[in-house]
């Protein structure tokens, strides 16, 4: 084994998990001083009854307001309106259930409620060097991994532009895995935000900053996601198939947080930023060339995760394998077979891969990727050409 | 023991490295069009550099101050000295150093990611540089 100079994995959730867990939320609660909480939420999530279910479990816990309207993307106007709330409600912290928008929304918010100021002076990396007040995320995606990582990302609309917030601090105290709260999950989202959490899987395990630990996480993660994704998508009812999703993308959101992520989500970001479409379709539709694309730097690492998932072959022959079938995976899950397919015009590509190619998450990927490099997948992905190792 | 003595040496190493730089046009007209301006506030030995970008130059492609100013930077970093020297060796990946504890950004990250590549061939000639400026020793292989 190749002894690293320096590695390291942060651990700050708490992570709880179960089918009888809400029952012990006024504990867990309680014992981070939330004996006040304010719920955010999104529409979904709440018509779909999960608040009302949620709050049956309350016991003593006092809910002291709601905001039941995260849109998507968590813009930072509507940051700024819950943390304003949020700081006149007199609640301890903040319990924030939903996908990943609505959790970074209540992230976004907790560096207003607990240090005062404005958001803005903290964004960057490293900048919250002290404990916010608490925070609990109940997931009901599986795919964001924002319940567990470090990072919160804000949309600035009118800028146009995106704010990124990196500190330790910005992991939530407590998660909550529990198999009820992703069941009502729509089909197409149930693919989409899967795909995503396989995706960060896959890019951790292959990252730069990869160790013995996340390696670990991100590889469980790419088994069962593979495994588990095509069954929650077509019985979304079953709690099992559900809570294994939800067990691998924290997973694959540990890893992440600790390793980062690669080649895939920088074109992913540019492209969300340029199309915008959403962010899990789209890391479906390049994943498997991204790892195409990184494939000579890999191999050995490919073949080890195919090897968790006995998929045949020798060599080079069974990391291409597996490749495929991240691609067929992709369309049982119904997503597009190309870009093309996806309604994404050729003219637009380069701006992509511009963009991409200074994208923060560019520089952890295992291969140095130039701008050609990156414009190169985007046009097989476009003609949704097949995984042959050439890229 | 760190790679440079005290901020003298410190400034004379990467401040001249960044005033050499400013006359290579192929790396420095994008960062002068960029009209960002970057401090660097450096520690062990303590030193402040900053790139202005937004005020007109008085030579090359932007203004290089030593020391305190009154200008309200777009983009601010903190890292030690031996971090810097790291960076320009090439030997600096950004976002592990983040991760690392290493180096605080703050403002728009994407921002300053977006100039490396325009200022990627500086990585090369900064050792060419500390041998011509006679700190061969400093050179990390
Ligand atoms: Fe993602």
New interface residues.
């Given amino acids: 084994m190749l002894i690293p100079e320096?590695s390291?994995f942060l651990l700050r959730t708490r992570i709880i998990m179960g089918s009888e867990v809400l029952a012990t939320l006024p504990d867990e609660l309680a014992r981070l001083g939330m004996g006040k909480i304010f719920i955010v939420t999104d529409e979904g999530v709440s018509s779909a009854g999960l608040i009302e279910y949620m709050k049956e479990y309350l016991g003593e816990i006092q809910v002291v307001g709601t905001f039941s309207n995260v849109p998507a993307d968590s813009p930072l106007k509507v940051v700024k309106s819950l943390s304003e709330e949020v700081k006149v409600s007199g609640a301890h912290g903040m319990v924030a259930m939903g996908g990943g928008s609505v959790i970074d929304a209540a992230k976004g918010a907790n560096i207003e409620f607990s240090l005062g100021g404005s958001i803005l002076d903290y964004?960057?990396?490293?900048?919250i060097d002290s404990p916010l007040k608490p925070l609990a995320a109940i997931p009901t995606t599986a795919g964001s991994g924002s319940e567990v990582s470090a990072f919160t990302v804000i949309h600035h609309q009118e800028e146009k532009?995106?704010?990124?917030f990196?500190s330790p601090y910005l992991c939530p105290d407590l998660a909550v895995l529990a198999p009820k709260m992703t069941v009502t999950m729509p089909g197409v989202l149930t693919a989409e935000t899967g795909m995503d959490a396989l995706t960060h899987a896959f890019e951790a395990y292959l990252s730069?900053?990869a160790n013995y630990i996340t390696d670990g996480l991100a590889l469980q993660a790419i088994a069962d996601i593979i495994e588990y994704l095509p069954l929650a998508y077509v019985r979304g009812v079953d709690e099992e198939f559900r809570f294994r999703m939800a067990l691998a993308s924290t997973s694959a959101g540990l890893a992440f947080s600790?390793a980062?992520v690669g080649c895939v989500h920088a074109l992913a970001h540019a492209m969300g930023g340029i199309l915008g479409l959403p962010h899990g379709r789209i890391n479906g539709m390049l994943l498997p060339y991204g790892l195409e694309f990184n494939l000579s730097e890999v191999e050995k690492k490919l073949c080890q995760a195919a090897g968790y998932l006995r998929i045949e072959g020798e060599g080079r022959e069974r990391a291409i394998n597996l490749i495929g079938r991240v691609r067929s995976l992709a369309k049982d899950l119904g997503f597009p077979a190309s870009l093309q397919e996806a309604g994404v015009e050729e003219e637009k590509l380069q701006a992509i891969a511009e963009l991409a190619?200074?994208?923060?998450?560019i520089?952890?990927n295992p291969k140095e990727a130039t701008?050609e490099d990156l414009l190169k997948v985007l046009e097989k992905a476009h003609e949704g050409g097949e995984i042959d190792g050439v890229l | 023991m760190g790679y440079f003595e005290d901020a003298q040496e410190f400034y004379t190493c990467v401040g001249n490295f960044l005033e050499y730089m400013n006359k290579k046009e192929e790396i420095a007209r994008k960062v002068g069009e960029s009209g960002l301006i970057i401090r660097f506030d450096y520690n062990n030995p303590q030193a402040i550099l900053t790139i202005d970008a937004k005020n007109e130059p008085e030579e090359g492609f932007v203004n290089i101050i030593r020391g305190e100013h009154d200008l309200k930077p777009d983009?601010s970093m903190e890292m030690s000295a031996d971090t810097a020297h790291l960076f320009w060796s090439g030997k600096l990946?950004?976002?592990?150093a983040?991760?690392?504890?290493q180096?605080?950004?703050?403002?728009?990250?994407?921002k300053v990611?977006?100039l490396?590549?325009a200022i990627k061939p500086a990585y090369e000639l900064y050792p060419e540089y500390l041998k011509e400026a006679g700190f061969a020793d400093k050179i990390i292989k």
């Fill in positions: 320096f390291s964004e960057g990396a490293g900048l532009s995106k704010l990124s990196f730069t900053e600790n980062f190619s200074v994208d923060g998450a520089f952890t701008q | 983009i990946n950004l976002m592990s983040i991760g690392r504890g180096l605080k950004v703050r403002g728009p990250i994407q990611m977006g490396l590549p």
